[in-house]
């Protein structure tokens, strides 16, 4: 960085961002079809749970696009629709 912008050099840092942090109201992701927008599938707002969560939204997802999903992915795809009732606070705290 400092080899990009040299003022930088002696510029202290106490804190830092990394990009954005998508949340939902609930702390669960989005995950499923939109309804407006065809061919539009959302899998994200994963808090700071997106490490922990990728993998199995991952796996979720392609089997969405495959058009594989099994009952247990019912079930959990009705947790995290897009189009769910808010009314709940976070869960994963």
């Known amino acids: 960085m400092v080899r990009l912008l040299p003022r930088l050099k002696n510029l202290r840092v106490r804190r830092m961002w990394r990009g954005l942090y998508p949340?939902?109201?609930?702390g669960s992701p989005l995950v499923g079809w939109n309804t407006q927008v065809q061919g539009l599938l959302h899998a994200t707002g994963m808090c700071g749970q997106g490490f922990m969560l990728g993998p199995g939204v991952g796996q979720v997802v392609?089997?969405?696009?495959?058009g594989k999903t099994a009952e247990q992915?019912?079930?959990i795809l009705q947790g995290f629709d897009p189009y769910?009732?808010?009314g709940g606070q976070e869960t994963l705290k």
Do not use: L, N
Request: no cysteine.
């Open 23 to 26: 949340m939902t109201p609930d």
């Open 62 to 66: 392609a089997r969405i696009i495959t």
């Open 73 to 75: 992915d019912k079930v």
């Open 84 to 86: 769910r009732k808010f």
